[in-house]
């Protein structure tokens, strides 16, 4: 079973940026696909951002050009830097990831390890 510890999380004015981690106890090279999501109260959980093997990205409409997702696979390191927040990003986020498929599919179904989350929130 693959661990993934959050940090970064916390309390942010609107406009400003924080910087989310997420460390995996398994090599991130290994993984076709590697992503984020957020869950806000009463709504469900959706996907922000992903990045597969060869680093190409994919990013939600309401986050693009403002968020950007990386990777450090010597640190086995995910990272999702989030500048201009707005109230509207308040939620909790997750890191995921996927070791079965040799493809990116990044749907809450494409991932099969989560993250315990991290609050994030913009006033």
């Known amino acids: 079973q693959v661990q993934l510890v959050e940090s970064g999380g916390g309390s942010v004015q609107a406009g400003g940026s924080l910087q989310l981690s997420c460390v995996l106890s398994?090599?991130?090279?290994?993984?076709?696909?590697l992503g984020w999501f957020r869950q806000a109260p009463g709504k469900e959980r959706e996907a922000v951002a992903s990045?597969?093997?060869?680093?190409?990205?994919t990013y939600a409409g309401s986050v693009k050009g403002r968020f950007t997702i990386s990777k450090d696979n010597g640190k086995n390191t995910l990272y999702l830097q989030m500048n201009s927040l707005k109230p509207e990003d308040t939620a909790i986020y997750y890191c995921?990831?996927?070791?079965?498929?040799?493809?990116?599919?990044?749907?809450?179904?494409?991932?099969?390890?989560w993250g315990q989350g991290t609050q994030v929130t913009v006033s």
């Open positions: 995921a990831a996927d070791f079965r498929y040799q493809i990116c599919v990044p749907t809450y179904e494409g991932y099969n390890s």
């Open positions: 398994a090599n991130t090279y290994a993984s076709y696909c």
């Open positions: 990045i597969d093997k060869i680093g190409t990205t």
